[in-house]
């Protein structure tokens, strides 16, 4: 009981400072009338526009509640007006601070809107609505996308040898984003959009076996629903194509004594590899390639079949021991039986240069991390792919935006150079 009186005393009297800071803070600001800057100011569509007095508006802060006066502008033309101070510190969008933006921004990378709303209330403190919370991580987010486009700025040291995989995974889309698209429902309808994920890391750490391990904090991610493909006639590179570049220059990938590309059989992923690191090692995951063989076996054998077991065993043992052609006269006499029997042995085929599995593993080089596996369940199913999520291009690409920046250790760099002009305006 004396700890629950005890708890009780110590959140009353954190409220108490709280409120008082926030008066403090209240009665300085409304004491600074230095944004009247004179009887007009130009507005953004050209005309003038007249002061018409402070005006009193309510933000949410991290002390709580300020209830601030702020000189404002109305514009005869637009029949609307503005807060000078309200775009010096950019408050003219939500009603949010900067602080308590940031906080809703890391909270909404990491979870859902409705638990990020909880999480400010609960542990900060703070009444941001729902709603609130969606449109400001989202605006953030599409901010973050901007900055990653602009500032490409190198980040941690190169190693010896850099790994650079790209993966796709599926996103739930709402109807109005998938229609008329041409997609895996039995109805050959959409219900997701692909995003593409690019990783970089490094694994200069090896396990007891003197295997290649990735290194802990050594990865970073950049994602986006958007095009690999240009027309042909094009001289542009494809979104995907620039981002991938981007990404890679921020790494130091190509300055590396070794690079190599890891990825599946997507054919994508190579055009885009072949386009960029002509000189780059290409590797095809080897989880990937595997996945493949148990696949195909269950389409022969049927999946609960102990011989489809046995069989897929064989066969990835060859497969770590570079056989692939006896893999290939394994599924032969399934041809005519199974299509998914010759898909595969045209997979391989088509991808023999990347799984010289025995070759890679001699050069000390990794295989099969997870990484591309993990990547896409980080970067994108534990955020955009829980039960009952449907997204728009714009919303879920503004917290991939988001989530990526912060996964990567981006956040705080973009926080700094957004502080920039709000450092300089006070």
């Not at 542990?123 to 901007?146: D, K, P």
């Not at 042995?345 to 596996?373: D, Q, W």
Request: charged content about 25%; aromatic content about 6%; hydrophobic content about 40%.
């Amino acid at each position: 009981m004396a700890d629950l009186d005890f708890e009780a005393v110590e959140m009353a009297a954190r409220r108490q400072a709280l409120r008082l800071a926030a008066r403090a803070l209240e009665q300085r600001l409304n004491a600074d009338t230095s944004d009247h800057a004179g009887p007009e100011l130009p507005c953004s569509c050209g005309d003038p526009a007249e002061y018409r007095g402070r005006h009193e508006k309510t933000f949410e802060s991290v002390l709580g509640p300020l209830r601030l006066e702020r000189a404002y502008y109305h514009c005869a033309r637009c029949e609307g007006g503005f807060c000078p101070r309200d775009r010096a510190l950019r408050l003219e969008l939500f009603s949010l601070t900067p602080g308590v933006l940031r906080m809703t921004g890391s909270t909404s990378a990491l979870v859902s809107f409705e638990e990020s709303h909880a999480l400010l209330h609960e542990l900060a403190g703070v009444e941001v609505s729902v709603s609130q919370v969606q449109r400001a991580a989202e605006a953030l987010g599409a901010e973050i996308a901007a900055d990653e486009r602009a500032s490409v700025e190198r980040m941690g040291e190169v190693a010896p040898t850099m790994y650079l995989g790209m993966d796709g995974t599926g996103v739930p889309m709402r109807p109005s984003e998938v229609a008329g698209r041409a997609g895996k429902q039995s109805d050959g309808s959409a219900r997701t959009r692909e995003a593409k994920v690019v990783t970089v890391w490094t694994a200069e750490s090896r396990d007891e076996e003197g295997k290649p391990v990735r290194d802990p904090g050594s990865i970073t991610y950049s994602a986006a629903i958007e095009s690999a493909a240009v027309v042909d006639t094009s001289t542009q590179r494809s979104d995907l194509a620039e981002r991938v570049l981007r990404e890679a220059t921020r790494r130091g990938f190509t300055e590396a004594p070794s690079y190599a590309v890891l990825g599946d059989g997507s054919a994508w992923i190579w055009n885009t590899a072949a386009e960029l690191f002509p000189q780059a090692i290409q590797i095809l995951d080897r989880y990937h390639a595997k996945d493949a063989l148990h696949r195909t076996a269950h389409a022969i054998f049927g999946a609960t079949s102990s011989e489809a077991k046995t069989w897929a065993t064989a066969r990835c043992a060859e497969l770590d021991e570079g056989k692939l052609q006896a893999i290939v006269r394994a599924l032969r006499p399934h041809f005519g039986s199974s299509a998914e029997a010759a898909k595969c042995a045209t997979y391989i085929i088509r991808n023999r240069r990347r799984m010289r599995y025995p070759k890679f593993h001699a050069l000390g080089l990794c295989t099969s991390t997870g990484v591309l596996e993990a990547g896409c369940k980080v970067a994108i199913g534990t955020r955009l792919k829980r039960a009952g999520m449907h997204w728009s291009v714009s919303g879920a690409n503004a917290i991939i935006a988001l989530r990526c920046a912060k996964l990567s250790g981006r956040f705080e760099d973009f926080w700094e150079r957004r502080d920039i002009p709000l450092k300089a305006a006070a």
